[in-house]
């Protein structure tokens, strides 16, 4: 973790924490590291907020000062940034989003030539150029200055691989899409629409400021509503940038990260393409679905909390399918990101060839109530390691047994202790999140 740099880019409010010099300087080191012996070629997308246009015009005048040609998507989602990257065979490509968060907050999220997430040491490097005391980078001058290109065609090429995955009609299926007044707003309807689906649209009139806002993916709860209300047969809601997917079935019921991967890792299994027999998950995945998985014989791993380490697992081991609670699906077969409409296209393959419901399709899974609390402590690292928080939590972990289990893990970027508890019963969550809460605010505050 940088100092600018987390586990999702460069992020902060636009023009507080991330402002247009440091987008400005992104784009020269950019510019000048991917173009020492080439004429760097980098492609550009953005979200519906405010700032991303202040954001890609900052970025675009420090990469082409440095002597790279710039090709502009304009409003478009990660992955769609990630797919033409990695099949244009680009330098590197960037994104401009804050993903889930409020409109005022904005990031930098830089893919490398692969479609991933940009080297730590790369980012380190930003880093120290932003903060140098002088600009050692030249300036392109004369024909090595670069040049923006309106590059749409790159999103409507992304369209087209979409729907060239999708092996049967949508005909006769009622779908809703809440695509959170954000990136998805041009891209998803067209996908379903086309597939053959009568879609239902929400939130998809993005006007710089209503990004995320009582939509999409952090408020499922309007989807679902809206999913019952016009007695439809599945709904999917993305975030900002579309890199995640919360499903609602055909009942009203959320159909979370977890669900979504046991749906589709089982369906994988089934049809003898699931590599390794392994799901890759995160530590908040949720006990009910390492149940599930156990009765269906399907195994499991577990990274920390982000899918940066859920790719790099799946990179490492050759799996095909891991995500996150959150959303954050990856299908590593046909992308090197998470993908919200992506992994909408994918339950609706399920579904059809199931031919059943959605509810149907995870009625096996019995998700256990879990409880967060984060903690804010003097010192994270000594808070986890003290010794009457360690036997507090040794004492719930006994209690529980194999009904339901604690995870006490250090914030990424705050000084916080977070304690999760899952069990039977929100009752028993409450009870044991306390008790170590309490241990933690007596000792550690």
């Known amino acids: 973790m940088g100092k600018y740099f987390g586990t999702d880019g460069?992020?902060?409010?636009?023009?507080?924490?991330?402002?247009?010099?440091?987008?400005?300087?992104?784009?020269?080191?950019?510019?000048?590291?991917?173009?020492?012996?080439?004429?760097a070629r980098i492609v550009i997308g953005k979200d519906t907020r405010r700032s991303s246009y202040m954001f890609e015009d900052?970025?675009?005048?420090?990469?082409?000062?440095?002597?790279?040609?710039?090709?502009?998507?304009?409003?478009?989602?990660?992955p769609s940034v990630s797919y033409v990257v990695r099949s244009e065979n680009f330098d590197c490509g960037i994104m401009i989003s804050a993903s889930h968060n409020p409109f005022y907050d904005n990031g930098i999220k830089v893919l490398n030539g692969l479609g991933?997430?940009?080297e730590a040491e790369v980012e380190q490097k930003i880093e120290e150029y932003i903060d140098g005391p002088e600009d050692a980078i030249p300036f392109a001058t004369k024909e090595k200055i670069g040049r923006t290109t309106d590059y749409i065609i790159g999103r409507n090429r992304y369209i087209g691989y979409l729907m060239s995955l999708v092996t049967r009609s949508f005909k006769d299926m009622k779908v809703g899409l809440d695509c959170a007044n954000g990136s998805a707003y041009e891209i998803a309807k067209g996908v379903f629409d086309a597939l053959g689906a009568k879609t239902y649209v929400i939130n998809n009139q993005p006007d710089g400021t209503n990004i995320n806002k009582n939509s999409g993916s952090t408020h499922i709860e309007v989807l679902q509503e809206y999913v019952k209300e016009n007695k439809l047969d599945v709904g999917f809601a993305f975030d900002g940038d579309a890199d995640r997917c919360l499903a609602v079935d055909d009942k009203g019921n959320i159909v979370d990260g977890d669900l979504?991967?046991?749906?589709?890792?089982?369906?994988?299994?089934?049809k003898g393409e699931l590599n390794n027999n392994t799901i890759v998950t995160?530590?908040?995945?949720?006990?009910?679905?390492?149940?599930?998985?156990?009765?269906?014989?399907?195994?499991?791993?577990?990274?920390?909390?982000?899918?940066?380490?859920?790719?790099?697992?799946?990179?490492?081991?050759?799996?095909?399918?891991?995500?996150?609670?959150?959303?954050?699906?990856?299908?590593?077969?046909?992308?090197?990101?998470?993908?919200?409409?992506?992994?909408?296209?994918?339950?609706?393959?399920v579904?059809?060839?199931?031919?059943?419901?959605?509810?149907?399709?995870?009625?096996e899974v019995v998700i256990y109530p879990q409880l967060l609390e984060n903690i804010r402590v003097a010192d994270k690292k000594a808070a986890m390691e003290h010794p009457a928080v360690q036997a507090a939590a040794k004492e719930v972990e006994k209690s529980l047994g194999d009904d339901g289990r604690i995870l006490l893990r250090e914030s990424?970027?705050?000084?916080?202790?977070?304690?999760?508890?899952?069990?039977q019963t929100d009752e028993l969550c409450q009870k044991y999140v306390k008790m170590v809460a309490d241990v933690i605010k007596a000792n550690c505050v």
């Open 260 to 270: 979504i991967l046991y749906v589709c890792g089982s369906y994988l299994k089934e």
């Open 412 to 423: 990424g970027t705050e000084p916080l202790v977070r304690v999760m508890v899952e069990a």
């Open 282 to 349: 995160t530590v908040m995945s949720n006990l009910g679905l390492y149940k599930a998985l156990d009765k269906k014989g399907i195994s499991y791993e577990k990274t920390a909390v982000g899918d940066k380490y859920v790719y790099e697992n799946m990179m490492k081991n050759d799996h095909i399918i891991g995500g996150e609670q959150s959303g954050h699906i990856i299908f590593s077969k046909y992308a090197a990101t998470g993908d919200g409409v992506l992994t909408a296209l994918m339950i609706m393959e």
């Open 58 to 78: 900052a970025l675009s005048a420090g990469l082409t000062a440095s002597g790279a040609d710039v090709y502009l998507i304009h409003v478009t989602t990660t």
């Open 116 to 118: 991933h997430k940009l």
């Open 351 to 363: 579904i059809l060839e199931k031919k059943t419901s959605l509810s149907e399709l995870v009625k």
């Open 10 to 39: 460069f992020r902060g409010e636009a023009n507080v924490d991330l402002n247009v010099l440091h987008a400005y300087k992104v784009g020269r080191f950019l510019g000048y590291y991917y173009g020492q012996e080439h004429k």
